[in-house]
């Protein structure tokens, strides 16, 4: 991952915090921020010691805010496609990402920056963060998923208004929507979002992905076939050293040392 430019990799413990750091473009997605991401993850998702991720945005202003506009410009219909598929790529590779993300959100979060945010697993925001696709203010759509994400994420009618004005809501606003999972204020964002990582990550790590993997999963299949699903994926659990660790450490009134097996 040495080539970076845009986004920054750094380790806490077995955590990693991926920085988009594009900050005097408000963090704006360009297509080599996009490519970055993509590798990134693709990378991260081979690491065995990797419990979580953070994503954030460099700067005191922004998450991200959106696409590139610069770029957008100069789309034709052809490359529009491209441009869409390979947003969507990358961000369904953070959704199925197989350990928790979770996105930081510290300032803007606008179109794609939004949308990225929605594939994130879990979102914490700053008091100052604002929510928005204003996509249609540029006379486009939302093209990496914020026509798809943020209605099941919040419902139908509030997406719709969200999407249709393409008005920013407040940190506030959004958690009261479902969108975020709290609000913190900004210079505890890092360690409030760490902190929430650590309570996910302390459970058993192949547990905490089967879980995240039947949710995402019974999104794109019918009731039957999900519960099927899950099934099967409860009875894996059975193999794991970590459902042993888990039951045994209850019964004998102590802390679980899952290994993640
Ligand atoms: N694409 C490209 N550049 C962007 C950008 C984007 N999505 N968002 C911000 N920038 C750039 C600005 O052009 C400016 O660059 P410059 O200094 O070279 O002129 C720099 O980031 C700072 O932004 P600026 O607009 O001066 O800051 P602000 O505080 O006045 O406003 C925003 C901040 C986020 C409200 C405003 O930049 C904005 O509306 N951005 C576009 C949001 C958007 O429509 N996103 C969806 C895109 S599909």
Redesign the pocket.
């Known amino acids: 991952m040495s080539d970076l430019k845009y986004v920054r990799v750094e380790w806490d413990q077995d955590l990693a915090v991926v920085t988009v750091d594009r900050a ?3 963090n ?1 997605l360009n297509g080599d921020v996009i490519a970055e991401l993509g590798t990134v993850f693709q990378d991260l998702a081979e690491d065995g010691d990797l419990r979580g991720v953070i994503l954030t945005g460099a700067g005191e ?2 998450f991200v ?6 770029e ?1 410009a100069t789309m034709d219909a052809m490359t529009g496609v491209q441009v869409s598929r390979q947003g969507q790529r990358v961000f369904s590779l953070i959704e199925r990402f197989p350990r928790p993300v979770l996105a930081a959100v510290g300032g ?1 979060a ?4 939004c949308e990225l945010a929605l594939a994130c697993h879990i979102r914490v925001a700053s008091e100052n963060a604002r929510f928005g696709l ?2 249609v ?2 006379g ?1 759509i939302p093209g990496y998923g914020g026509t798809v994400r943020l209605a099941r994420l919040v419902g139908l009618g509030r997406a719709i208004e969200m999407t249709l004005t393409g008005e920013m809501i407040t940190a506030e606003r959004a958690e009261s929507l479902g969108l975020v999972s709290r609000v913190v204020p900004r210079e505890d964002l890092l360690s409030e979002a760490t902190a929430l990582l650590r309570k996910v990550t302390a459970n058993g790590p192949v547990a905490v992905s089967k879980a995240l993997e039947s949710v995402y999963h019974a999104l794109d299949v019918a009731l039957a076939d999900a519960l099927t699903y899950e099934s099967s994926l409860f009875g894996l659990m059975a193999s794991t050293e970590d459902m042993k660790e888990g039951m045994t450490a209850f019964l004998e009134k102590r802390k679980p040392d899952f290994r993640g097996r």
Do not use: H, N, V
């Open positions: 005097e473009k408000m704006a202003r922004a805010a959106g696409a590139d506009i610069g957008l803007y606008l179109g794609g920056g204003p996509e203010g540029l486009i």
